[in-house]
């Protein structure tokens, strides 16, 4: 039967059904208005003879009885629509914190369980309710942050949650706006979080100041118009990405966990932006920490790696990096040692 309301149309031509319904699909679901409408038309849209809908839930404990009176409100609809349902539970430490690190360390700690739960139920995709205000929101952020190309294409619609779990964004073709009128049609109520309004989270102020301030005075289609800077950043970096792995695969030797070597004969001439981003690369295969390492530090490994090799007299370059990495250049190589690691390179010429 074909989708009946144009909000389950929309989500079916986004993510089309034939795409995911012979596989157990796990929704994140919060209880907010997003989540509920991904709820209520994936269910809408799910065949009663193909694979499996569960739904996940999270509660933090950032809100004391409201998030409790979330997880039974989500709880609740799920018995309804006869779906199953699993509670995540946030340690209590992380719900004493404060400020912009607390909410990446509950997105951390939320992925963790949804990932854990995907893989011991089987599911094939976890999704998530992110619209494409949320899309413009995350791009805004990362330009006020500072930001490079990929920050420029926002959220991915798909990416690997683990080794055989994919994360999906079914919604981010899909405004708040739309969201809202799905869930009047369908009388649906779900669950406001009073700590989207506290303005001490940056993601809050540009929800609720930033970005109405933008439309009502400078551009009314500003959300249109990130989400287009988003498509035409992502194309670019699909093409930076391929040339960088081609580099990658003909300069880069993995030693182990803790030791990579970098043959710089082969970035001779190559661009810098190029350069930059086969050394992200490493850091993201090697899994070092990369929310220290700004354009300073990533410019400076660009500088060791495209040098002339020094005199010998002058000895080799070496520079410490956040995570305790040490990037040290031997002749035509760059090495790079994790901490923890007291063994010795063997260059080759």
């Known amino acids: 039967m074909p989708p009946s309301h144009p909000f389950e149309q929309i989500l079916a031509a986004d993510w089309p059904l034939e795409r995911w319904h012979e596989n157990t699909v796990l929704l994140a679901i919060s209880g907010g208005a997003d989540s509920i409408a991904l709820l209520r038309a994936m269910h809408a849209l799910k065949s009663p003879c193909s694979g ?3 739904v996940a839930h999270f ?31 946030g340690p209590a430490a992380l719900a004493r914190q404060g400020g912009d690190g607390v909410e990446a360390a509950a997105r951390a700690a939320r992925y963790e369980f949804l990932q854990q ?30 930001t490079g190309l990929a920050g420029l294409a926002g959220m991915p619609r798909t990416r690997p949650l683990g080794p055989a779990v994919t994360l999906i964004r079914p919604m ?13 049609s369908l009388a649906q109520p779900y669950r406001e979080d009073s700590t989207n309004a506290e303005a001490q989270f ?26 287009r800077l988003a498509s035409l950043a992502a194309d670019a970096q699909r093409v930076i990405d391929g040339l960088s792995q081609a580099l990658f695969d003909c300069s880069v030797v993995i030693h182990d966990a803790f030791r990579v070597t970098i043959d710089c004969r082969a970035l001779d001439s190559q661009d810098r932006h190029l350069v930059r981003e086969l050394l992200l ?69």
Not at 67 to 74: H, I, M, R, S
Not at 131 to 142: G, K, R, S
Not at 173 to 182: F, T, W
Not at 297 to 323: C, F, H, I, Y
């Open 172 to 184: 981010l073709n899909i405004s708040r706006a739309e969201v809202l009128a799905y869930l009047v």
């Open 281 to 349: 690369g490493v850091w993201r295969r090697q899994g070092w920490p990369l929310q220290a390492m700004g354009f300073v530090q990533w410019n400076l490994l660009a500088d060791m790696a495209l040098a002339q090799p020094s005199a010998p007299e002058s000895g080799p370059s070496k520079q410490v990096l956040p995570g305790a990495i040490t990037a040290q250049r031997r002749g035509e190589q760059l090495l790079l040692v994790a901490s923890g690691d007291t063994s010795t390179f063997q260059t080759t010429k």
């Open 202 to 227: 940056t993601r809050n102020r540009i929800r609720g100041e930033l970005l109405p301030l933008v439309k009502r005075d400078y551009s009314p289609g500003v959300v249109d118009s990130l989400l």
């Open 117 to 146: 739960t995907a893989e011991r139920l089987g599911a094939r995709y976890v999704a998530t309710a992110h619209t494409a205000d949320d899309q413009a929101e995350t791009i805004l952020h990362h330009i006020l942050r500072g």
């Open 52 to 54: 499996r809908l569960l």
């Open 59 to 89: 509660n933090h404990h950032f809100r004391g009885q409201d998030a409790n009176a979330d997880e039974q409100f989500v709880i609740g609809e799920c018995q309804r629509l006869e779906l199953g349902c699993e509670i995540g539970h």
